[in-house]
């Protein structure tokens, strides 16, 4: 078995938090984390996620919000990460992510 280890720096938060909405909204599960309650906040009325408004947000909420809907949803993060690489011919099975914030 490998671990990787990723170190993000630079992320479009607004297109990440779009990417998983679906998957917070399929769960609904009322979340007592202020960075997703936050994100189902800022959802507009046509169901739609405002990108420019996320990445307005200051840096540490937005960490928060992207940490917060990976370990939330991990089980459906890690089927997402899994579909898209068998759409690339790439068979993995990933067996745990997490995300945290470090500063």
Partial sequence: MLEFRILVGDLDYGAVAEMLLPIVREKAEPSGNRAVKLLLGMVN???????????????????????????????????????????????????????????
């Fill in 45 to 103: 009325a046509a169901g739609e996620l405002p990108k420019k408004a996320i990445n307005a947000l200051p840096q540490d909420i937005k960490d928060e919000m992207v940490a917060a809907l990976v370990n939330n949803y991990k089980d459906r993060f890690i089927e997402f990460v899994q579909n898209k690489a068998a759409a690339k011919n790439i068979m993995v099975t990933v067996e745990d992510i997490a995300a945290r914030n470090v500063k």
